[in-house]
């Protein structure tokens, strides 16, 4: 049978694969060979440069182009880690209320439609990531896809305290600095009512990786969620009929961090690689 999958076994949760579980139907050659099929990018941030630093904003072109600001203006905030694996270093000087982010898109046009009910287009999103801490009041995190724009001063689709998130389209997953050790999944359809956010169903360590995502069921029209390669099951579903998905909505990926009253010069969030891809 040649290299079997086991999903779920231990050895999905260390290694620094890409999550089999999720990635197993994303026909990544069809969309190479034709791309009216579908969308794929994925950045390890091996073959990246960042630009010089222009006022607070600069761009990081690799696999991935990403938009990059960086509030306070410190080059060092945003660096690339001279090692084999990798790896973007997005840090915060410790001055309460300072962005960080990097988006695609070039901040202003999104690069992934959100699926809508009924489709039947498949869609797929994973990264893996590590904080220095995960004290209260320390830092807040943002991982996933929002509209275009969003990373800006006072911004990074967080609210400048790093303990909300602002009222703008978005899916991911949110380290929250009033509750740091809770990765939260969370959704917003903006003015639409409600911004959705489920806590409990993934805790998470200081300096430690960790890979979540999340798949369509095309099926079922629900989203679900993923940790180290495994499902989080029907409780983190997200149903794409709800009026709180922000559905056939252009997207941008987007990672931020924003530092509460309590952070440190050097507190960070450390990213290995970014997946996305879509199907037409």
């Not at 690799?62 to 509030?71: V, Y």
């Not at 806590?199 to 993923?226: C, M, P, Q, S």
């Not at 709180?244 to 010069?265: C, H, K, R, W, Y």
Request: glycine share 8%; charged share 20%; hydrophobic share 40%.
């Amino acid at each position: 049978m040649g290299n079997a999958v086991k999903y779920g076994a231990a050895s999905a949760v260390t290694s620094r694969m890409p999550s089999p579980i999720i990635w197993n139907d994303c026909p990544v050659l069809d969309f190479l060979a034709d791309p009216s099929k579908g969308f794929h990018k994925f950045d390890d941030f091996k073959n990246s440069a960042i630009t010089a630093l222009a006022t607070d904003t600069n761009q990081i072109v690799g696999d991935i182009n990403w938009f990059a600001i960086s509030e306070t203006d410190t080059a060092a905030d945003l660096v690339l880690n001279a090692d084999d694996a990798g790896v973007l270093q997005i840090q915060t000087d410790g001055t309460d209320a300072d962005v960080h982010a990097i988006t695609t898109g070039n901040n202003t046009a999104g690069i992934i439609n959100t699926p809508k009910a009924g489709e039947a287009k498949k869609f797929w999103f994973e990264a893996r990531f590590k904080v220095n801490t995960i004290t209260d009041a320390d830092i807040g995190v943002f991982i996933g896809l929002a509209q275009p724009g969003e990373a800006k001063d006072a911004g990074g689709v967080m609210g400048a305290d790093a303990s909300s998130m602002a009222d703008v389209d978005y899916l991911g997953f949110a380290v929250l600095s009033g509750d740091n050790d809770d990765l939260t999944i969370v959704y917003n359809e903006a003015t639409a009512g409600t911004a959705q956010s489920d806590t409990g169903e993934i805790t998470i360590a200081a300096n430690t990786w960790y890979r979540v995502g999340f798949k369509l069921n095309v099926d079922t029209d629900k989203i679900h969620v993923f940790a180290d390669g495994v499902d989080q099951g029907s409780d983190a579903e997200i149903d794409i009929d709800s009026t709180n998905f922000p559905s056939d909505t252009d997207m941008d990926v987007i990672i931020s961090l924003v530092a509460e009253s309590g952070a440190a010069d050097g507190d960070e969030i450390e990213v290995d690689w970014v997946r996305v891809a879509q199907e037409y």
